[in-house]
T-cell receptor
């Protein structure tokens, strides 16, 4: 079945640093989504991407839908302590289902 | 809007007992999804509904799991009988049919943390 490979699995960075994470797949997706999950809460949608090559920003977050439609990345600039959480990519391929990556755990040291 | 509402937030039960989890999707959303999250397996889709009709239940682990959506504003996920390996966080999510792919934007509830002893 379809699978997403998300990397890195975890990151421990200093406040103020930029962060980059990505997802790759062997299958083509029509939509890429990025979510953030904090302890004890459900995933919260950060950015949605619908077109190959699309680059979208949401504050300090920037995400891109890869040209091949098989990958996406998320960048966080100038990280702050409240960026801590687990970030998930998710892809949709018109099967009715979202396929989720394994998540990237981000820790920020003040 | 209050977002997706789930109850209870926490449930502790003993093996063999029936467990019912509840979900109220965002008003006007046409799709409703039930997920299970564990450390080992991550987020797994169990079942989803479109306009109250189950579309794909291939993720339901076994016959002990059942889900219903009697109307557009309410869904239940039932486990009977429950087993310790069912311990996980169960999420409900909903989405809105759109013309641009917005139906793929799923909004999650806060989850129900289930512990089966």
């Amino acid at each position: 079945g379809q699978q997403l490979n998300q990397s890195p699995q975890s990151m421990f960075i200093q406040e103020g640093e930029d962060v980059s994470m990505n997802c790759t797949s062997s299958s083509i997706f029509n939509t890429w989504l990025w979510y953030k999950q904090e302890p004890g809460e459900g995933p919260v949608l950060l950015i949605a991407l619908y077109k190959a090559g699309e680059l979208t920003s949401n504050g300090r977050l920037t995400a891109q839908f890869g040209i091949t439609r098989k990958d996406s990345f998320l960048n966080i600039s100038a990280s702050i302590p409240s960026d801590v959480g687990i970030y998930f990519c998710a892809g949709h391929a018109n099967t009715g289902k979202l396929i989720f990556g394994q998540g990237t755990t981000l820790q920020v040291k003040p | 809007d209050a977002g997706v509402i789930q109850s209870p937030r926490h449930e502790v039960t003993e093996m063999g007992q029936e467990v019912t989890l509840r979900c109220k999707p965002i008003s006007g959303h046409d799709y409703l999804f039930w997920y299970r999250q564990t450390m080992m397996r991550g987020l797994e889709l169990l079942i989803y509904f479109n306009n109250n009709v189950p579309i794909d239940d291939s993720g339901m682990p076994e016959d002990r799991f059942s889900a219903k959506m009697p109307n557009a504003s309410f869904s239940t996920l039932k486990i009977q009988p429950s087993e310790p390996r069912d311990s996980a966080v169960y999420f409900c999510a909903s989405s809105l049919v759109g013309g641009r792919g917005e139906e793929n934007e799923q909004f999650f509830g806060p989850g129900t943390r289930l512990t089966v002893l």
